[in-house]
Every structure is written in C-alpha cells, then in structure tokens.
C-alpha cells in the first residue's frame, strides 16, 4: 500500500532511514536482518494513511479511511492506526464519519484507553436534533465493547428508550443486548427498560424490542401478559425479521398461557371406550360425575384464537422464515384440524407426492431429505408409484443418495407389509450391481428385512452367502455372517463351509466381521458341533491373540459359555438359547426421528443438539392461567363514554374549508377549554351521554357554528346546550342546511337558462344505503318550460353506480330539489353523465371531496382503540403526519371530523388525543381519525383507514384545513 | 443472532470479512473448507457446519459463498433468508453480485453490510431504505464526489425507516410515469425415458418495474385468478383484498422489485412445451458409447421455442464426444464432464439432433446409468399456465401511467431421465 504512495515525502525519508540501518547491519546475520527490515516496515508501513488522516482535506480522509476498510475487510490488522482514525471521529463529512465508527467498533476493543477519546463525541450525538445522528450515535456507542463506558451506556439506552422518534427507540432496544453481553450486571436495570419499550405502540420498535427480550430475559414471560394482545395485532405491520422472532417468542408464550387444544380430542374418545364397558356400573357412574366436574368442555381462550387468526395471512409472506415461523406456530398450538392450512404453503402432504421427486442435480442434502419426505408419505395407495420413482434413484451416480435410497426402500417394506416381497425381490436383484458399495447397503438392509420372516426366504440367504466371496465392504460381510448364523439351521450345508472360508481369511478381516465370525463359529458349534467343532476351537484361538482386546475378550467369553468344562456353570446349559433366541426384527427408523422435543424449525431441531440459547417450548399447562392478565387496563375507563358533542346550537362548532375551494371538507373544530378538563368526571360522564344522543343537533347547529369565531364562547354554549338537550339520537345524519357548500354543476349561461347545483346532504340515501346521497338543485331561469330532466349516458368508473332521479318538469323561473344517489366506490373518481332536457344535453360531472365519502359512527372508546388495533392488523397501512406546529390545534381546540365525533376521551392536561369515527358509504370501511396534541403546539394526526387512498387524501385535506 | 459474515470465493479465497459483534478469527472457516472438500460439488456443502464454538451457516450464490458464523439459537431460515437478501441487495446495487463487484466496491459493500444489521439483528434490508442511507455508485455520482468531495452517504433518516410503508420512499418523481409487469413462469418437470412426465410444476413470479410519482395505489387484477392457489406476496400487497376479492392491491415500492410468487402444481394445467427423443447408449466392450437426441415442439400454444439448450452431466469415463449437431453448437468439458449443445431457435420442420460416439476411458466398467438430460428454453409472449392480467388501475394520483405487461416461458428444473 505505501509503494503506491511513494512520491509522498515522508516515505522517501523512510526508505533513507531503512537504507542507512541496512548499511549498518551489513555484517549480520541475513535471518536477524530480515526481521529488524520487516519490523521497520511494520513501524512506518501506514504513515501515509496516517498523514493523509491529519490533512485538512475531506477528500483525503475520505480516501484515507476507504483504504482502511477495505483493509479491515480483508481482514489485515489496521489497529496502529487506532489514534490517527479516532481523532476523526468529529468530523464534519459524514462519510468519514461513519467509516470512522466502522473503524471504532471493529478495533475499540483491543485499543480501550483510546476509544474513551470518542466518547464525548457520542454523547454529544445524542442530543442532536437529527435523529439519524441520534441513532447513529447510539448505536456506535452501544457496540463499543469497553466495560469503563458501562454506565453511560446505560444512561443512554434509558434516554434513547424515551426518544421520541420511534427509530432512535429501536435503537436503544437494540442496545439492549449488546449491553447484556458486555455487562450481565446490568440485567435488571436493562429488563426495567425492556419493559418500558415492550409497551411502545409502532411497529418499528416491536421485533428489536421482542429480540432484546429474548436475548435478556425470554423468562419473564409476565411481561409480555400487557403487550400480547397489541404485539398480535401489530404483527402483520411488522418488518419480516420482527416478524419471525414475534411468532417464535409468542409460541412459548401461548405454551404457558392457554390450554392444550387437542387434549379433550384425546380425552374424549378414551371416555367412550370407557363408557362401552357394561360392567362396575357404579363406578362408571361416579367416574362420569368426577370427569364432569374436573372437565369443562374445552373452549379456546379468545387470546388463543388472536394468536392464530393473525399469524395465518403471514403464511403468503415472500419471506420463508416467517411462513417457516408460522407454519412452527400452528404445528405447536394449533388443533390438528387446522394444522392442514400450513401443508399448502409448506407443500407437505400427500397431495404434493410429486413435488419431492428428486432430480439429479439437487444438492445431496435436498435429496436425502426429499427421500425422508417420500418415505414418510409412503402407504399402501401411493407405494407402487413411489417403488418406481425409488427405482430410478438407485441408479444415480451419486452413491450417498443410492444408499440413502436403499434404506428407504427397506424402510417402506417394513412399514408396508404388503410390499416387503417387492422391495425383497427388487433388493436381491441389487446383490448383482457392479457397485460394491450399492451390494453391501442392499445386503444390510436385506439383512434387516429377512430378520422379519427368515423361514421363506432360505433362498436369499443362500444367495448371499454365495457373495460372501466377492464382496469386500466389511458392514456388508459382517451381515452376511450374522445371517448365516442367525438362521444356519435354514443353510445347514453352507454355513460351515462358509465357516471354514472365514477362519482362513480371520486374520485378514476387519473387527466387526472377526466379531461375526466368532458369532457364526459359536452358533454352528451350538446347532451342528459335529462338523464345526474344530473350525471353532481354530477360530476362537486366532481371536485369543488378536490385537484388539475387544475380540480376545469376546472369544474367551464365549469360549467359556459354549464348550462344557468341569468350571463352567448353569450358563453352558443355556449357552443355545442365549445365541439362538428369537430376536426380534429391527425396526428400520427414520433418521429424522426424536427430534420433536425441539421447536420446529430452529437451530437445534435441525441438528438435534440442543444449541446455546435455545429456549425450551414448555408443555401445556394442566390449567389455563388467568387470562386476565392480558387484560389491558385502560386507564379512563370510566369516561370512555364520555363524549363530548356540540349543541343543538352548536355554537362550539366551527367550520373550516380545505384550501382547495372545490374539495370541501366539513372541518368542525369543536372549541375546548381548560375548564371542562377541570370538571369533575361524573359532570363529565353525565354531560357526555346526553351529548351522545345529540347528534343529530349539531348539523342543525352549523349555521350558527360557522358565525361562531369566538372560541371561548362557544365552549361555553356547547356545554349549557348539551345539558339541555334531549334524546334526538334516531337520527345521525345532519341535515342540510346553508352552511354545506353547493357547488356548480351548470352555469346559468351554458345551461342555456337551466342552471343547476349540487351539494352532498349528508343523509342516508334511502333506497340504497351505499350511495352518497347528492342533492341537485334546478332552476329554470328561461322564460319557457323545460321538460323531461333526466339523466343518460353515465359514463363511470367501474364498479361505480348512479341512482337518477324520476324525470321532472320546470315552469318558467321554478326551482326544483331532487336527489340522487351515487355510488363513488369510496373513491374519489367523478362520475361523468348527461343531463338531459328536451332539447338539449350538457355534460357534466361530480366529483366528491373526500370527505364526503363517509358518514358518522359511534365508537366508545375502547371500541374505537379496539378498532384502530384491528384496522392496523386488517393489513391496513395508516398514515401518520405530523401536523406543523404553528397549526391551530394546539391546545384550545377538540377537532371534529366531518362533522362526526365520536369519542373525546378526557384529555390529559398536557397532551390530549381527539379521536373521530366515520365509515365510508359504499363500502362501510371505518375511518378513525386520531389527533395528539403535544406540548408546544404541535399535534400529531393519525388516519387510519383500510383504504390506502381515503386515509391518504383525508390527512392530506384535514391537514390544509387545519392549516389555515 | 449473526456474529460475522465471511465471503469465500469458489476457489477457495477468503476475500471480505465482517463482524457485528467481537471478532471471530477467520480461521473458524477452517471447519467450512473441510466440509467444502467433502462436498466436492459447492451445491452440495451443508448449509449448517456445526463446529465447536460455533455455526456455520451459508448459501451458495454466484460463485461466492455468504458463510455467516452464528453461536446461539436462532431458526436457519431466518440466517439463509438474510444471506439472501444481502446477495440480492448487492445485485441491486452493483448490477451483479460477483467476486469482482464486491472487491471492487468494498466500502459500498461494508457500509451496507454495517446498516443491514445491527448487532446481528437485521436493522434495514428494504433496498429503498438503504439506497437512501447509501446511494447505489454510478459513474457520474462517482465523478461528481470525487471533484465536490460530496459523498454517498445520506443524512437523514430515510422517510421510509419511519412509515409504516417502509418499502417506499417519499416525494418520488419522474416525468413519464410507467409501471411494467413481467409474468415469468418456469415449468420445472421430471420427464421419464418415454417422455411422459412423471411430474410437472410451474413456478411463477411477477416481477414488477413501477416508476410512478407520489403515492400511487395500484390494483392488478387476472383474467384467471383462481390458476393461483399457492402464493407469496411482497409486504406490500395486502392480503384482505387477495383473499375476498382475488386482485392485488398494493402501494409499490419505487423500481424494481418482485411483486408475488406463485406455484401451479394441478398436472393438468402444466403444459410441456417440449419433447426430447434420446438414445444413449455405452458398450461393454471398446471403451465407447452411442449418443443421439433429436428435439421437437409439443404443447407450445403456437409460439417458437428459443434459446433451447440441452445440458448432460456425463458419467466420470466419458473422456470425449465426438459428436455432429444439425443445429446449433455443442461443447464437451472433459474437465467437468458436461456436455452442453446450445440449439437456439426451434423449427419445427427441421428438427433438431446430435448425433454420434463418447469415447470411455478404457478399462473402465461401462457406467450403470445414463446421464439425464436438463433443458433449458424459452417462449416469449406466453403463460404456460394461462394466467393473463386483465387491468392495472391506478388510484389516489391524477397522472395516467404507460403500463406494459410481457409474459414468458422458461425452462426450470426441467430434467429429461434416459
């Protein structure tokens, strides 16, 4: 790196420095030589870097510092560079910045004096206005792994945890953990802050905080009790990774909350087998009344239920770990009977047979468990086909799959008794491969099969002794023998030739066939000592002075158990059925098995091995925990009823326009005081029930709301009228009145005299409920009738609808109001048809304001939030905009949407939170709208809508209003 | 979660690596290039090596394998899927993801690799995120830095870190507004000796390239969505509107992105475009064999084959071909053993062959089986499943998009048993 540079000064120099020592040391050895050059080199190798590190040069230090990562990321050693890098951690570019802290948190460690230089730095960035920088600085901070900066960390994270900007707050759950690690002290403390970041309400904090938590405490499952229900509903606005760590945590947790689905699936049909008993009547009756009083039918707890029912659409994820996360999920606490819903985006049963045929490019490790795959799957129906598709793999050239193959054909016979003489027949067939290696698997797992039936297929046996000759592979040898001496009274002519073959090659063969062999010589010298006495005193003599103890062990063993002398006790007399009892067959297992203990889909059931940190999945509790404790309390229950409603008078309420003249949004700004937050709660909750059933009266209201700018007046007003009012809750709608804005539809002089209006009254069109109802207003201004008004050739979008009204007639300078409905599709596209006279057509069109596109609804409350929470999980995505500060909704007036309130929840004195409720027309999609306001003016408004556009148009408009 | 990442070439080259926690001395890849060994076929190295202290697990992709060094619980998938996404947000940024764009973008690479993770917790993966924080290198912005000394590195925080459409930036603008849609669908099928398939699937993805200002709200809708009972979505489709009313609503990401998968397996909808006539045959004695493949159209819904390529992995003896193609070229890598004709273009009046004799090491046993055969071809213009789109609308923006939707037909894992 340094030649490159060196044109630069200072490496000239260098080079003089080393040339002199060189001179110098001329006389010595060339070894010691060589070690003083590379450690001269070593001491100035970097000056250029560190030169162009001091310059006043951005560019330079940029340049500087990309060569150092890119050195680090070769993985070359750069810490001697550690002071010149860090004095750069102030510096203005913010590239070089952030390759500094790359520098820092890579070499922090090794250098602790001098990364303590920085730390002024960072807590510096914590307090900067920009919360990248915020971030940024917490994060680097957090990863220097210095114990001394323990408690500033600390301090930091807790800050951070309070941030306001939701990413800085992420950040510091993310600190969390780096936090633990360096310092386990610190847990409590963390755990208190975990806490506080498990109840924040967005979707960015939730995964990192979920991730902390399973990093620091995945026991204190009580924490989460509070935040289960909001971390289900928030988990589909999740990004994917706090998404697989949400669903995994969640797992456990439902392991120790609720009951097990399936148990009363099992329990139940044990009772019937139970009541089929004739006999001990009696009993059965006192045993039904104890089950009836121990079981109540069992009934999922609603939590449960959440639990699945959100996760479920995760399963079209693009991610696999997260539909790997949910198909876990549903496996673990799932009833059975939904289980199936995973099959398909896993593609895991029956039906996908086909899907795990294997082709011979697959990677080995996909072939060997799409191979487990069909084995399991196999049954009587599907065997053949799968026989065939098996058939093909034995011929692969790959040879750790054709074993694999091997196996599994012997695992199907043995499952599948009807095709064990297929796979018999078809594996004998296998003994003739040229391929040693195919031969002595078939052999093992022949060997297993025959051990099922070995009286019918003395013939096989036969055959496979013959290939005791040629076959070399020792587990394939060793079987053989094993057979032959497991079933020698089936091969009574060969066994002992084969013995006598064997005792010549003894010393030549591997342990575990010379261990068969003393087997083999022991049960013939048992069955048929006549011919084999010799042979087997010959063989357990070699064994004697074998090398491995093992095999002289074992021959002076069963020298001792099968050949009579005047020492040997009761055993001898046993000796045959000791070698020669029935054993039973194998049970040819998958090598997949008894790893179901792990939670499916981790670290450690994929290599069953319980890895560190791995969190065991509890069993069932016996009986459900009290499921209250999920319950969140809200704090103002006892006014979440409270409403509070302008008067029929409605002098509190305000009419504001959008900017945009045309798209008018009915803005009503109920005016608020300090006073009614004052009041006492019950005034409140008296007062806010008889506003509820106002509502009606505050369209009757606008006309006088709109005169009314003085805002502590109407506060004051709205308050008398509500008291005052009476029970006109029938009706919500608002009548129309002078105060909704009629809009043009034909001018006067286009219309050729006819000049028409329209407003949108605001009522629910009758004869079809998802129409906007728009009210039209003709005037002949001619001197002539006009006949035959009525509607043709609408042009709309589709799935957009219009109801025309009934054909009308006017008089000379008559004026006539009908109303039509249209169905807008809750957009906000115009619809476009002809009006039509007896003489002539125009062309026009309506094209709602937004706001238009909704009518009221009640909410309380907690309904209200309960909706915002499932809006949010309905996949919808919310907008939040930050209103501007200076906006007029600091802290004197309760907004009201469209007319519609819904719920004020008493405002806390500092910041209150207004919240509206209206669904669209067509559709019936709720629309909430929420404004915080916050200390200092500013207020934030939230819209959350299913419908992407509504929301976004409605904030937008809300937005212009407020700002005027 | 993730300790370090360490990238290894092919060939065995350790050339970048990062740690997000203390460092991991390299020479834990040690226990990887022991089973890479083994492995003899780079497919075939596990994707979890377990050593002592720690794990190994890694991906295969362009030549490069992503080792990511894990010590404590956490599910495979989520580390494959990750190792993924920063492969394909190389590929991104780089135009491809190989050797030679990551040395040669080693800083690029470390600050992404620094934003991707934090504390070996994913922080950012959404390539509009980081195109934000880090913008892609291209040759003018690298002019551009090098005279004003600006640099590639953003400021503020990304809008989309905060909304919760974290896939799209705001203020996005462009002059012509456009939104194409491409339907790709690869047949992946198991053909057996007399051609009849054993088995058949179709994997398709819709990748979308939408460049359109502001906030756009799309909805595509199909002819034939009920062909699709089997997908996957980007987070931004919502899936209420998928499950009640069968379209795909959705707010785009800005440029490239993939909008859906999806898996048609029903065998009867999945035709098979193409036939292959094969007789390989090797001799007991002369050390040689016979080769010959004719190939010819079969369900091709009136459209041309092209870019049809046939590829034979030979067995180890086979140490030539001598060989003659009516059509096309053929290659035999004695090395590799592969054999590859590259037919191209498909007439059905004259069809196609190879023809003539492999010559075997002598000496040798004659192999047990023959190789199969993988094809590779394309039909422009076609769904083989049938899936057509029937309209994109565009709401909640005035302007009125050019959209395009193109279809094609590839191969997949399409695999011809002899």
Not at chain 2, 133 to 148: E, G
Request: hydrophobic share 40%; net charge neutral.
């Amino acid at each position: 790196m340094s030649l490159s540079y060196s044109c630069n000064g200072h490496i000239c120099e260098n080079l003089l420095v080393m040339d002199s020592f060189v001179r110098f040391l001329k006389e010595r050895e060339q070894e010691q030589l060589i070690k003083i050059l590379s450690f001269l080199f070593y001491i100035f190798r970097h000056d250029d870097l560190k030169e162009m590190l001091d310059s006043n040069k951005d560019s330079l230090k940029l340049e500087a510092m990309k060569r150092i990562v890119a050195m680090i990321a070769r993985g070359k050693n750069a810490s001697d560079l550690f002071p010149a890098v860090v004095k750069n951690v102030a510096c203005k570019n913010i590239e070089v910045k952030k390759l500094v802290y790359v520098y820092l948190v890579r070499y922090a460690e090794e250098q602790q004096d001098l990364a303590l230089l920085s730390i002024s730095t960072f807590q510096r960035g914590l307090k900067d206005p920009n919360q990248l920088i915020r971030a940024s600085a917490l994060r680097v901070l957090s990863s220097i792994r210095v114990t001394i900066i323990v408690p500033i960390m600390m301090l930091a994270i807790k800050e951070a945890a309070s941030d306001m900007s939701p990413y800085v707050r992420k950040t510091a759950a993310h600190a969390i953990p780096k936090l633990h690690s360096l310092d386990p002290e610190q847990k409590d403390q963390l755990i208190e802050v975990i806490e506080k970041l498990l109840a924040d309400k967005t979707t960015l904090v939730a995964g990192s905080v979920v991730m902390a938590f399973e990093e620091v405490c995945p026991d204190r499952i009580d924490l989460i009790h509070k935040n289960y229900r909001k971390l289900c509903n928030l988990l589909i606005d999740v990004e994917e990774w706090g998404q697989v760590v949400i669903i995994n945590m969640l797992t456990r947790y439902a392991r120790t909350q609720f009951l097990n689905p399936n148990e009363s699936l099992l329990e139940e049909s044990s009772e019937k087998a139970f009541y089929a008993s004739d006999d001990e009547e009696d009993e059965d009756k006192k045993a039904e009344v104890t089950t009836l009083e121990k079981r109540k039918p069992y009934v999922m707890d609603p939590d449960h239920r959440l639990l699945l029912r959100n996760t479920k659409p995760l399963l079209q994820s693009r991610n696999a770990a997260v539909v790997m996360a949910v198909a876990q999920l549903y496996f673990h606490l799932a009833p059975k009977a939904e289980v199936g819903i995973i099959a398909k985006a896993l593609g895991m049963f029956e039906p996908y047979l086909k899907s795990f045929y294997i082709r011979s490019t697959d990677p080995t490790q996909i072939k060997i468990l799409k191979l487990e795959v069909l084995t399991n799957l196999a049954n009587e129906a599907n065997i053949s086909t799968i026989l065939r598709e098996f058939q093909t793999y034995i011929k692969s050239m790959d040879k750790d799959f054709v074993a694999a193959s091997i196996q599994a054909i012997g695992r199907c016979a043995t499952n599948i008794g009807e095709v064990r003489d297929t796979c018999l027949n078809g594996l004998v067939q296998l003994l003739s491969n040229r391929d040693e290696l195919v031969v002595a698997e078939s052999v093992v797992v022949i060997k297993k099969l025959l051990q099922m039936q070995p009286e019918q297929h003395s013939d096989i046996i036969k055959h496979m002794a013959k290939l005791i000759d040629n076959i070399q592979v020792p587990m394939a040898r060793a079987s053989i023998l094993w057979l032959i001496g497991e079933y020698c009274e089936h091969v009574p002519k060969i066994a002992p030739d084969v013995l006598r073959k064997m005792a010549k090659s003894f010393t030549n063969e591997e342990d575990i066939v010379k261990l068969q062999i003393i087997n083999l010589a022991a049960k013939l010298y048992l069955t048929n000592s006549k011919q084999t006495k010799l042979l087997t005193q010959y063989v357990l003599n070699l064994a004697k002075y074998d090398q491995n103890y093992d095999i002289r062990d074992r021959a002076r063993f069963i020298r001792q158990l099968i050949v009579p002398t005047d020492k040997s006790g009761a055993l001898n007399k046993y000796a045959k059925k000791l070698f020669l009892a029935l054993k039973p067959a194998p049970v040819l297992e998958s090598p997949f098995k008894d790893r179901d203990h792990f939670q499916l889909g981790s670290l450690s059931h994929l290599l069953n091995a319980k890895a560190a940190g791995y969190q065991e999945l509890p069993d069932w509790p016996e009986s459900a925990p009290d499921p209250s404790v999920r319950n969140v309390e809200v704090k103002d229950s006892v006014c979440a009823e409270r409403t509070v409603l302008t008067g029929p008078e409605g002098a509190g309420v305000l009419l504001l326009q959008t900017t945009r003249g045309s798209s008018n949004i009915l803005f009503h700004v109920l005016l608020h005081h300090s006073h009614s937050e004052q009041s006492s709660g019950a005034e409140d909750r008296k007062r806010g029930r008889k506003a509820v059933k106002n509502q009606k009266s505050a369209s009757e209201s606008e006309s006088e709301s709109e005169s009314s700018e003085s805002e502590d007046e109407s506060e004051e007003e709205s308050e008398e009228e509500s008291e005052s009012d009476t029970d006109v809750r029938k009706n919500k709608t608002i009548a129309p009145s002078g105060s909704i804005k009629m809009y043009e539809l034909l001018h006067r002089i286009t219309g050729e005299g006819l000049a028409v209006e329209y407003c949108f009254s605001r009522q629910p069109f009758s004869p079809d409920p998802n129409m906007v109802a728009v009210q039209i207003q003709f005037t002949n201004n001619t001197n002539s009738e006009t006949k035959n008004l009525h509607i043709e050739d609408p042009r709309l979008q589709s799935g957009m609808r219009i109801r025309e009204f009934a054909e009308i007639g006017l008089q000379p300078s008559e004026s006539v109001t009908v109303v039509m409905g249209i169905d807008f599709c809750d957009s906000t596209q115009a619809a476009n048809f002809q009006l039509c006279t007896h003489t002539r057509k125009f062309f026009v069109s309506i094209q709602p304001p937004v706001g238009e596109l909704m009518t009221p609804t009640f909410l309380t409350e907690n309904n209200f939030k309960k909706e915002q929470g499932e809006r949010t999980s309905a996949h919808s995505r919310f907008n939040t905009h930050s209103c501007p500060t200076d906006c007029s909704f600091s802290s004197k007036h309760l907004s009201f949407f469209s007319s519609y309130v819904v719920v004020t929840p008493p405002p806390p004195p500092s910041a209150p939170v207004y919240r509206f409720a209206g669904k669209t027309v067509s559709s019936g999609c709720l629309v909430l709208v929420t404004v915080t306001t916050k200390e200092g003016g500013g207020a934030q408004l939230t819209v959350n809508c299913e419908k992407m556009v509504i929301g976004t148009m409605l904030v937008k408009d809300i937005l212009q209003a407020l700002s005027q | 979660m993730i300790h370090s990442l360490f990238l290894i070439s092919n060939a065995g080259d350790l050339f970048l690596e990062k740690h997000w926690k203390s460092v991991i001395s390299r020479s834990v890849c040690d226990y990887f290039f022991e089973a890479r060994e083994k492995a003899v076929e780079p497919d075939n190295v596990p994707p979890v090596i377990r050593t002592p202290h720690h794990y190994l697990i890694n991906i295969y992709r362009e030549k490069i394998f992503f080792v990511s060094v894990i010590q404590t619980e956490v599910p495979p998938l989520f580390v494959i899927e990750f190792l993924h996404r920063v492969a394909e947000t190389f590929q991104d940024y780089f135009g491809e993801c190989s050797e030679t764009t990551i040395k040669d973008n080693v800083v690029i690479v470390y600050e992404l690799l620094e934003e991707m993770l934090d504390n070996g917790f994913p922080l950012a993966t959404e390539s509009n995120i980081l195109k934000e924080l880090i913008r892609p290198p291209t040759i003018l912005r690298s002019m551009v830095n090098t005279i004003t000394g600006s640099s590639n590195v953003g400021e503020t925080l990304p809008t989309g870190q905060l909304s919760t459409i974290p896939w799209r930036r705001a203020g996005v603008k462009y002059t012509s507004n456009e939104a194409y849609f491409d339907v790709v669908e690869e047949i992946d099928a198991i053909l057996d000796k007399s051609g009849t398939a054993v088995f058949a699937e179709i994997q398709g993805v819709i990748d979308a390239c939408v460049k359109l200002s502001g906030m756009p709200d799309l909805t595509l809708s199909f002819m034939n969505p009920r062909l699709l009972d089997d997908v996957s979505f980007h987070p931004c489709v919502r899936y209420k509107r998928w499950e009640s009313e069968r379209v795909i609503s959705f707010i785009p990401p800005d440029g490239n992105f993939q909008l859906m998968s999806y898996h048609i397996s029903a065998q009867n909808l999945v035709a098979i475009p193409v036939y292959v006539k094969q007789n390989i045959s090797f001799f007991e004695t002369g050390s040689s064999g016979r080769l010959d493949i004719t190939v010819g159209p079969k369900q091709t819904m009136g459209k041309t084959l092209e870019c049809l390529v046939v590829t034979v992995h030979m067995p180890k003896v086979v140490l030539s071909a001598n060989l003659s193609a009516t059509q096309g070229t053929y290659n035999y890598d004695p090395v590799t053993k592969i054999l590859v004709w590259d037919i191209g273009k498909l007439n059905p009046q004259k069809l196609p062959n190879l023809k003539g004799s492999l010559s075997l090491q002598s000496g040798a046993p004659k192999p047990e089986e023959n190789p199969s055969l993988n094809i590779d071809l394309k039909i422009q213009q076609l769904a083989i499943s049938g899936l057509k789109v029937n309209r994109l609308d565009v709401y909640g923006e005035k302007y009125k998009p050019f959209k395009g939707v193109k279809y094609v037909t590839k191969a997949g894992k399409f695999q011809v048993r002899t």
